[in-house]
């Protein structure tokens, strides 16, 4: 899971300060999500095109 983090903190695995973005494991980042420590980084998802359709206008 993908993170920035809102507010510095630490515990037995980690240590992250606030405005950090940080890469943790699922578990981890949901505990420090829910008790507002960090927000959690959704990845854009790129747009589909048409079959046959150009990706590259000048191409």
Do not use: H, W
């Not at 515990?11 to 420090?32: K, M, P």
């Amino acid at each position: 899971m993908k993170l920035r983090i809102t507010k510095s903190c630490a515990g037995d695995t980690f240590s992250f300060i606030a405005n950090q973005t940080a890469e943790v494991e699922d578990s981890i980042g949901a505990d420090l999500v829910s008790a507002g420590y960090a927000e959690e980084i959704k990845e854009a998802k790129p747009a589909a095109t048409k079959a046959g359709a150009k990706k590259n206008a000048d191409a």
